[in-house]
């Protein structure tokens, strides 16, 4: 990839005082990538910070030289690495690990896919064409003795004219073996036997069926991880009814499923096979009968059938409504909206508060609703003292709430969830309130499960470089429930402040 150059930029930090910070690209898991100009060659590279300090860094950095070393194409490279102070968004100086990776020029896969809510994957004509090229990209890191374990469209990067895909974020990645251990990866993307000994071919394999399934139809194929999906025993019946039924919840989120071939089902099927020694292996899904003429292409037949089918000219239409969309994200700092529940306020303030704290604060609510989640940001400025605003924040909430759940970290450091139970407690949060030593009356055998309607929601807090922002995501429940409660939560941070 060619590196890009950028000599006027100012930038929110530095790493080191060898880069400059220009922008958060994305959130993850275990860290957050920025991009970054070297200050003494002004080209443009990622860099990729770590949110806890540990070693996990040290294994992804070992298993990328070593992929460079060995001339591995298609793979967000390495270019740099150390130890040294970071500073960033306002805050005081760290000493952290860092990471600088090459920069594709474009964004992720998922962002092509996402963005343009009316065109819901690229069917699957454009996606024997991309897909078949990441396969390939996986097939290549495999021959080298390396499983990728974090297989999705978040980490298939997009890079150049053509729009090659490229495979990123190897923080997961090992060295191959039939007997790995580790419940790794991303939920939606896990094979069902994570929680046991695996093969790690086999998992990156089963992830890269969820994969295929989201490029082609937007879909990630079950709403939670497979082994824990009411859907994916379905699948794996192999009984005709049950996989109509399959299909036709998908259709649900996707009127377009209806037209997948029988050759596109008998691929995803393999590769998501309940029993690793029985699914597909990389080599036999490139030859797979699906890709039809494909496989057999040199490159530059394969670049005629790219141009025959205006794969490119799709992507350059998304790239537009990708860019537009991250523009309006940056830029607007609120969002106008009819909806009767939206309210945007913005207040400035000086004073003192009963419990004798300082605060000088510009308040502001905006609304963001993705897909099924409801996402309502606060962003507050000019705090003088987070730790006390933060803990006269979680005691209201506790009186108001008296069924949340509030989890802060050992450390008391400014970072919390709040999590709504209600009456009842979800499979899929159980795990999570046992880690924090919390245990939920589990309702009777005998009696009814009523408890659809029962809200989830997360807060997170966010350091800017103007001050905090306050997230709240329904993760399910009922809608209205959502933004009473929100309401509430809302006035309770304006008398605060």
Not at 53 to 67: C, P, R, V, W
Not at 297 to 315: A, N, S
Not at 323 to 330: G, L
Request: charged share 35%; aromatic share 10%; net charge negative.
């Amino acid at each position: 990839m060619e590196e890009k150059k950028d000599e006027n930029s100012e930038g929110i930090g530095k790493i080191n005082d060898q880069y400059i910070i220009l922008q958060k690209l994305s959130y993850g898991g275990q860290a957050n990538v920025f991009s970054v100009k070297d200050i003494k060659s002004n080209f443009i590279y990622a860099a990729k910070i770590p949110k806890i300090k540990d070693d996990s860094m040290k294994d992804e950095i070992k298993i990328l030289n070593f992929l460079k070393s060995k001339n591995t194409p298609n793979i967000v490279n390495i270019i740099d690495n150390g130890n040294g102070i970071i500073i960033r968004n306002g805050r005081e100086p760290e000493t952290s690990d860092y990471l600088i990776l090459e920069l594709a020029s474009k964004r992720s896969l998922l962002e092509y896919i996402e963005f343009p809510s009316n065109e819901k994957g690229f069917g699957e004509t454009y996606s024997k064409v991309i897909f078949y090229k990441i396969v390939k990209n996986i097939q290549i890191i495999h021959e080298k003795g390396i499983c990728h374990r974090d297989i999705k469209i978040d980490n298939i990067l997009l890079d150049g004219d053509d729009f090659d895909p490229k495979i990123s974020d190897f923080g997961f990645a090992i060295e191959y073996s039939p007997t790995l251990k580790g419940n790794l990866g991303t939920r939606h993307y896990k094979a069902p036997e994570i929680d046991d000994i695996y093969d790690g071919y086999k998992i990156d394999v089963f992830s890269l069926g969820i994969t295929l399934i989201a490029i082609t139809y937007g879909l990630t194929g079950f709403e939670t991880e497979p082994k824990k999906s009411q859907l994916y025993p379905l699948i794996i019946s192999k009984d005709k009814k049950k996989l109509a039924i399959y299909w036709k919840v998908l259709k649900k989120f996707n009127e377009k499923i209806v037209k997948a071939t029988d050759d596109f089902k008998d691929l995803y099927y393999k590769m998501i096979e309940l029993n690793p020694k029985q699914r597909i292996t990389i080599e036999e899904i490139l030859k797979h009968k699906w890709f039809g003429k494909i496989p057999q292409m040199t490159q530059e037949e394969l670049k005629q059938y790219e141009k025959e089918i205006k794969i490119k000219d799709e992507f350059q239409k998304r790239e537009i409504i990708v860019m537009e969309c991250c523009k309006e994200e940056i830029q607007k700092n609120i969002e106008s909206s009819d909806n009767k529940y939206y309210n945007t306020q913005i207040t400035k303030s000086s004073k003192t508060n009963s419990e004798g704290v300082v605060f000088k604060n510009e308040l502001n609510t905006k609304y963001i609703e993705k897909n099924k989640y409801m996402n309502y940001c606060i962003h507050i400025k000019g705090i003088s003292n987070l730790k006390d605003f933060l803990n006269i924040l979680v005691n209201q909430i506790k009186e108001k709430f008296q069924n949340c759940l509030i989890k802060t970290d050992e450390d008391n450091q400014p970072n919390f969830n709040v999590t709504f139970t209600e009456e009842g407690i979800y499979e899929d949060i159980k795990e999570q309130l046992q880690n924090l030593g919390i245990e939920n009356e589990e309702k009777e055998d005998d009696e009814e499960e009523d408890d659809i309607n029962e809200l989830i929601l997360r807060i997170k807090l966010y350091k800017t470089s103007e001050g905090y922002l306050l997230r709240f995501v329904k993760k399910q429940g009922n809608k209205i429930d959502f933004i009473n409660k929100f309401g509430i939560i809302k006035n309770l941070i304006k008398e605060i402040i």
